[in-house]
């Protein structure tokens, strides 16, 4: 069942409230061009959106023909319906640069990648802004470049909701609980179930991306959870500022009552940037109860970026401290997550998400 989603900006003053609805693909930000030959080689590349708060720096990037002619860059960018801002450049002349005339005819310069920024506030438009670069050369004036610059909006959560609603507890038995949110233009997306009675939360951590566009995580209720109403909290970041949304949902006792079984819990951590290649290591540590569950066997598995399945990559054994580790190669950006089966004492449990990005 679709919920209507409310959404907060968290970590920013003030609150918005968007309705929920069909999920909407993330568009990130890019650039065409339209540049003269002389200055400027293939097109332009740009990181640029309306932030929902703080003001922020957007870069563009450019990849300039015959440096060592150049003495200098200058640019300035225009939003629809607003005035031009000014774009500054970090190009600097070269020493050799000089207007008199060489004894002989050197090898062009290799072309020179050069940055643009310029600020951006949560009050500009999206969409299609017009970048004018002029560049000046020695012995010579300056030459308008006109590119199309696309800024991307603030992100948004457009619907969230949890399955199945309600979710019905069964004795003895963990209950699969998934998480599917609709998210755009967001650089992560994070979840929580929270009771809204109590102090118990399962948390999925990153949610990941599929490739249908919506965001998914999975976690398993356990038949002692507390009954009653819930909330998913969905959390959208890019570059620090949080959008929250939040939609309801509610938890139904089991029939008969919870079994005696244990808790059990684990963590998990892995570095978030890994050369393509290279070991690391996906690490945690695993609880029974409140303490750590010796000699554990844990599973491990891994889902690649844009896909739908998890897939199951090995055992791991928790030391006599309840730590674990399983080394990896990097070969794919995605998402590994850790299971520790249950048993006739103890319940299933599900690390969150942990996404890891292989460049």
């Known amino acids: 069942m679709k919920r209507r989603v409310r959404l907060l900006l968290a970590a920013a003053t003030g609150a918005a409230v968007l309705l929920g609805g069909a999920g909407l693909s993330a568009t990130g930000a890019s650039a065409s061009a339209y540049a003269l030959a002389d200055d400027f080689a293939g097109d332009a590349s740009a990181s640029a959106y309306v932030p929902l708060e703080k003001d922020v720096d957007a870069t563009v990037t450019l990849k300039l023909k015959n440096p060592d002619t150049v003495t200098g860059v200058t640019g300035s960018i225009e939003p629809p319906g607003k005035s031009a801002k000014t774009v500054s450049f970090d190009f600097t002349p070269s020493t050799s640069t000089s207007t008199s005339t060489p004894t002989a005819t050197p090898s062009p310069a290799p072309d020179k990648t050069i940055t643009g920024k310029w600020t951006i506030t949560k009050d500009d438009p999206a969409g299609d802004w017009k970048l004018t670069v002029n560049v000046a050369r020695s012995g010579g004036g300056s030459s308008p470049s006109t590119f199309t610059v696309k800024v991307s909006g603030k992100q948004g ?44 939360y399962y948390d999925l951590g990153e949610l990941a991306k599929e490739s249908d ?4 995580g999975v976690t398993y209720f356990t038949d002692d959870t507390t009954e009653g109403a819930w909330t998913l909290e969905v959390y959208a970041t890019r570059s620090g500022q949080t959008l929250k949304g939040e939609a309801s949902f509610s938890v139904v006792a089991p029939t008969g009552g919870a079994s005696k079984k244990a808790k059990t819990r684990v963590t998990i951590s892995a570095p978030n940037k890994v050369t393509k290649g290279r070991a690391f290591k996906v690490y945690g540590k695993v609880y029974r109860g409140t303490k750590a569950y010796k000699n554990k066997i844990v599973e491990v598995y891994f889902k690649a970026k844009g896909t739908k399945t998890y897939k199951f990559m090995g055992y791991a054994k928790a030391t006599s401290t309840g730590k674990y580790s399983k080394t990896f190669k990097g070969k794919k950006d995605g998402y590994f997550q850790v299971k520790v089966p249950g048993t006739s004492k103890t319940r299933t449990s599900l690390s969150p998400q942990e996404f890891v990005d292989v460049r």
């Open 157 to 200: 959560i457009s619907g969230a909701n949890v399955t199945p609603d309600p979710v019905q507890l069964v004795k003895g038995r963990d209950t699969k609980v998934t998480v599917e949110a609709s998210v755009k233009d967001a650089g992560t997306v994070s979840a929580k179930l929270v009771s809204d009675t109590t102090s118990e």
């Open 213 to 216: 566009s919506y965001y998914r």
